[in-house]
């Protein structure tokens, strides 16, 4: 190719990302600017494609800056044909800003109650999922594998045979650490996906030395529990939240029906529960029925016992000072702060079942129940959102998966990838 | 008449009229000269009416002669006079406060409220009536303010729900609007079009808020109503439908299917407005409403649809008049299929019904039932019987096949038909100045005729004979290889497109058939490189969207 093919093709691209821009809804800007904004707002096109790009800017080693309530939770990034590509790929909307426009946007944000928090490296995360699991099983992978964020999917071998600290990130979806499936057995004991797991556990279980499903998935927790108080990060969803607490602090009592490892709950079970070991809740009361399709106290919405069922709501998310609870507001950037509720296995979180210190995120006002919750635990922390898909509502099994093409600014989404990029940000000394 | 008989029951009814008769018959003059511009005597002849006891409806006429000239004051006096005698008379006082805020005096406005609001401090009518007028004068900000204090005086917004989700709406406050208005639509479901008109300014990404509130099983039918028809005006008909199919049927569901569906056929909505149009065909079937939804079907180009339709309708025990309304809808609906031999059967049992006359004015969609079949002779044969205005397509397509393209270009043109292929041909024929090509009919007539090889030959050999036309050419004879399956040739006409004219229009096609066909075929990369061709070379085609998803779905696989 000679010079001025090189030449014509350099420009056609660069007409073609400028053009491109615009038709995003972008603002027109010069072909070269020193820093791009991606706006969070309501002038974004494709909010959860957003995390995907800043993701990738982070894995090239591009450092970042997350500017906290900033027109949604924007994020800033140096101007590079890289970036502009990847964003003009995934229809993501961005603002070209010099030198000039990015001092007046820190002096605006060093008024309010706002900060920029520095994202330097992208997190290693992991998935824990069945390894037969298709992606759009779980919310988490689909926004991951929607936004183009790679991830490992990990299973009970991995976790209890390789080193975790591996990982900066790990969540959990929809796993029942009780080993009970969910107290499915009385509805689905026949269906062939069920019957599948059930021999998938089975199976690890005895390969680990244990002698039920039950004993396996108490291991499992206890090391996703020393993973955190390691230093990791924990973000679970749905049922998952409420199992791996009953898990933890249930680690010495038979709290496994009889379905699941032939001996009925310990009756008295609750008054021989460990909270201490716990990393969420304390004073929790089993749900003892093998017949009632209920763990715990812990859920506040029990949708599946009808005459408990509460019906949906909408949940807020709290505000945060971003100067001085740098880690809360992160998790609660969206554009919208008032949020439609979702049916999950676990939907909500009783909040008298709350430990001290936990920070409620997001909570449906007046109900005795919130939706998102996060704390510390030894030297990790983690971050728990009831519910098993945000966009959809009153997700049953079998109910086809989550299209996100037709949700690209997905408030509720946009709670799950807040939690990915939140172990890329470089904790700043406060300023008290 | 009719005035006269308003002003006599306008001084019955009034509970302060006195001397009812010769009150009524001096407001009936009043509203005369008011009528018919004379201004001054109908200001003395309704000073004279609430001299006579007619107040309410005197000092109403009053303020409405005011007006006409300007004076809106000139009321007050007569007010000054009036609401020490009735002090409780909110008319009185919505008067007073309507004529001091339309000219300005606000702080007396503000004390003519605080006048009110002592002699009935436990009533929310002060507040209500002085934030309508506010609102009405688009003062929004001192409407907000006097409705908080209607909150902290009474404790509820009750009986100012209205108040409230019109100063929301006016304020922009769209979700709280949206509240505020189902709310008055699940107490008094008649203000659905007011609703509908206050929210339909909602910003595009505000719009689920309004949805979220208005679309919920648990929202008033007003409310589901509302937000259908806002739907329509935002553009999504097809959303708006969706909340209203499910609804249980029965006649207050029809009756607002109906009402959707007018609203759907304003804004041309032909799609959604057929399904709309089956499904209270089904519900309440009619050979009346199975006509006008077999039009409506056609009109979309639902022609499989419509044909059905047009049967239905002459089902059962029909006049003569209903058959000509609906055959001519299902030889219409034939035609396009192509089955022409098909519809010159109907058109020959319908004889009767329709008469020598009707029969001949379907000779043209005989012709065009010919032409989709490519039988060029038939065609001729058929539309020799067509009256002369209604030959424009036939003999367009006619001369199409015979490589008249100029002649085509305006007779295609003029047609009406709605036509997805003529829409095709027109585009390819208006890139190029040329009047004759016989290569381009031999396409069309093979495309006609099924003969898809010699199709393909034709467009290759179109794109060599009129290199204007090239890409567009191209790309017909790829789109005909994929039908046929033959996925390799196509391939390569798609990647001749994209080397050979990389700045056409087809190029973004090219390279998005291009990349289907690479997925198909399991070659992620390709598909990837193809797909994010498109997106960086052509990044305002209308087809970036479908790229997009494409890289979507292509991720999904990696990831299984």
């Known amino acids: 190719m000679n010079l001025m093919d090189r030449l014509a093709r350099g420009w056609r691209f660069a007409l073609a990302v400028v053009m491109g821009v615009t038709a995003l809804g972008g603002v027109v800007t010069p072909l070269h600017a020193q820093h791009l904004l991606l706006p969070m707002d309501a002038m974004q096109a494709n909010h959860l494609?957003?995390?995907?790009?800043?993701?990738?800017?982070?894995r090239e080693g591009v450092r970042a800056e997350w500017l906290l309530?900033?027109?949604?939770?924007?994020?800033?990034?140096?101007?590079?044909?890289?970036?502009?590509r990847a964003a003009l790929l995934a229809g993501v909307t961005l603002e070209a800003m010099d030198a000039g426009a990015v001092r007046t946007l820190r002096g605006a944000m060093a008024e309010g109650n706002m900060d920029a928090v520095p994202l330097e490296k992208a997190p290693r995360i992991a998935v824990y999922t069945p390894p037969d699991a298709p992606p759009w099983d779980d919310a988490v992978t689909l926004a991951l594998t929607y936004a183009g964020i790679p991830y490992d999917a990990i299973w009970d071998d991995a976790v209890l045979d390789t080193d975790l600290s591996t990982y900066d990130w790990i969540h959990l979806h929809h796993e029942d650490f009780t080993g009970q499936q969910h107290k499915l057995a009385s509805v689905y004991r026949d269906a062939p996906w069920f019957v599948r797991s059930r021999e998938r556990d089975l199976a690890m279980a005895r390969r680990f030395g244990h002698a039920d499903i039950p004993a396996l998935k108490k291991a499992v927790a206890a090391r996703l529990a020393a993973f955190v108080s390691r230093g990791g990060f924990l973000f679970a969803?749905?049922?998952?939240?409420?199992?791996?607490?009953?898990?933890?602090?249930?680690?010495?009592?038979?709290?496994?029906?009889?379905?699941?490892?032939?001996?009925?709950?310990?009756?008295?079970?609750?008054?021989?529960?460990?909270?201490?070991?716990?990393?969420?809740?304390?004073?929790?009361?089993?749900?003892?029925?093998?017949?009632?399709?209920?763990?715990?106290?812990?859920d506040g919405h029990q949708v599946n016992v009808p005459l408990r069922r509460q019906p949906l709501g909408t949940f807020a998310l709290f505000g945060f000072s971003a100067k001085f609870d740098p880690v809360a507001s992160m998790l609660v950037q969206n554009h919208r702060t008032v949020l439609r509720d979702y049916f999950g296995v676990t939907t909500s979180f009783t909040r008298s079942r709350l430990k001290p210190g936990v920070t409620i995120l997001a909570e449906e006002a007046g109900a005795p129940w919130v939706k998102y919750v996060h704390g510390s635990f030894g030297r990790g922390s983690w971050t728990y959102l009831g519910g098993h898909d945000p966009e959809d509502p009153q997700h049953a099994i079998g109910a086809p998966p989550t299209d996100l093409a037709l949700h690209p600014n997905s408030p509720g989404y946009r709670l799950i990838l807040n939690n990915v990029l939140f172990p890329a940000a470089k904790q700043k000394p406060l300023k008290t | 008449m009719i005035r006269r008989l308003i002003g006599f029951a306008v001084v019955v009814v009034t509970r302060l009229g006195a001397q009812a008769d010769p009150a009524a018959a001096v407001l009936t003059r009043a509203m005369d000269a008011e009528n018919q511009g004379r201004v001054r005597e109908a200001v003395a002849a309704y000073r004279e009416a609430i001299a006579r006891g007619a107040v309410i409806p005197g000092v109403l006429?009053?303020?409405?002669?005011?007006?006409?000239?300007?004076?809106e004051d000139s009321v007050l006096p007569a007010l000054d006079t009036l609401l020490p005698r009735f002090p409780q008379e909110a008319s009185l006082r919505n008067a007073q406060l309507r004529a001091l805020v339309a000219v300005g005096r606000d702080r007396e406005a503000h004390r003519a409220f605080d006048a009110w609001r002592a002699v009935d401090p436990a009533s929310i009518?002060?507040?209500?009536?002085?934030?309508?007028?506010?609102?009405?004068?688009?003062?929004?900000?001192?409407?907000?303010?006097?409705l908080a204090e209607a909150v902290r005086q009474l404790g509820s917004t009750r009986g100012v729900l209205l108040e409230v989700a019109q100063l929301r709406a006016g304020l922009g406050r769209w979700a709280e609007a949206a509240t505020a208005w189902r709310d008055v639509m699940a107490s008094e479901p008649y203000y659905e079009t007011a609703a509908f008109y206050a929210m339909q300014p909602t910003p595009v990404a505000l719009r689920d808020s309004v949805r979220v509130r208005w679309g919920a099983a648990t929202a008033p039918l007003g409310a589901r109503q509302a937000l259908a028809q806002l739907e329509v005006a935002w553009g999504a008909p097809r959303r708006g439908w969706a909340l209203l199919a499910a609804l249980p049927v029965r006649d207050t569901t029809i009756a607002i299917w109906e009402q959707f569906a007018q609203e759907v056929e304003r804004a041309e909505g032909w799609g959604v407005l057929t399904e709309v149009m089956v499904a209270i065909q089904r519900a309440r079937p009619s050979s009346a409403q199975a006509v006008r939804a077999a039009r409506i079907a056609a009109r979309a180009g639902a022609d499989t649809v419509a044909l059905r339709l047009a049967r239905e309708a002459q089902q059962g025990p029909v006049s003569e008049r209903r058959v000509a309304e609906a055959v001519p809808i299902e030889l219409e609906a034939l035609a396009r299929l192509g089955r022409a031999a098909e519809a010159e059967r109907v058109l020959a049992a319908a004889a009767p019904a329709l008469g020598p006359e009707g029969t001949r004015r379907q000779a043209c969609t005989i012709a065009m039932g010919w032409i989709r079949a490519?039988?060029?002779?038939?065609?001729?044969?058929?539309?020799?019987?067509?009256?002369?205005?209604?030959?424009?397509?036939?003999?367009?397509?006619?001369?199409?096949?015979?490589?008249?393209?100029?002649?085509?270009?305006t007779a295609l043109r003029q047609a009406e038909a709605v036509d997805p292929l003529r829409i095709e041909v027109l585009a390819l024929l208006a890139r190029t100045t040329a009047t004759r090509s016989r290569t381009i009919g031999e396409a069309y007539l093979a495309?006609?005729?099924?003969?898809?090889?010699?199709a393909v030959r034709a467009f290759e050999q179109v794109a060599t004979e009129l290199p204007e036309l090239a890409s567009l050419a191209l790309l017909s004879a790829a789109r005909v290889q994929a039908v046929r399956g033959e996925a390799g040739r196509a391939a390569a006409l798609w990647a001749r497109i994209v080397e050979a004219h990389a700045s056409t229009?087809?190029?973004?096609?090219?390279?998005?058939?291009?990349?289907?066909?690479?997925?198909?075929?399991?070659?992620?990369?390709?598909?990837?490189?193809r797909f994010e061709q498109l997106i960086l070379n052509h990044p305002t085609s209308a087809l970036v969207p479908q790229a997009r998803r494409e890289l979507d779905g292509l991720a999904m696989e990696e990831r299984r």
């Open chain 2, 125 to 146: 009518d002060p507040y209500r009536d002085y934030a309508r007028v506010l609102l009405f004068h688009g003062r929004m900000a001192s409407a907000d303010t006097l």
């Open chain 2, 61 to 71: 006429g009053l303020e409405r002669a005011f007006a006409l000239v300007a004076q």
């Open chain 1, 69 to 84: 309530n900033y027109r949604g939770g924007a994020f800033l990034l140096p101007d590079l044909p890289s970036l502009r």
């Open chain 1, 237 to 298: 969803m749905c049922g998952s939240t409420e199992t791996l607490e009953l898990a933890l602090a249930g680690r010495d009592v038979d709290i496994a029906g009889v379905t699941a490892d032939g001996s009925p709950i310990d009756p008295a079970a609750d008054g021989k529960m460990d909270w201490t070991r716990a990393m969420a809740f304390a004073g929790a009361t089993l749900e003892m029925a093998p017949g009632v399709n209920a763990m715990s106290d812990i």
């Open chain 2, 447 to 454: 495309l006609a005729r099924g003969d898809s090889t010699r």
């Open chain 1, 49 to 58: 494609k957003a995390y995907g790009v800043t993701f990738g800017a982070l």
């Open chain 2, 505 to 529: 229009p087809e190029a973004a096609e090219a390279w998005l058939e291009w990349g289907r066909l690479a997925r198909r075929m399991g070659d992620r990369a390709a598909a990837r490189a």
């Open chain 2, 374 to 409: 490519g039988e060029v002779d038939r065609a001729r044969r058929a539309v020799r019987e067509a009256p002369l205005e209604d030959v424009d397509a036939v003999s367009g397509w006619l001369a199409l096949y015979e490589g008249e393209i100029g002649v085509a270009r």
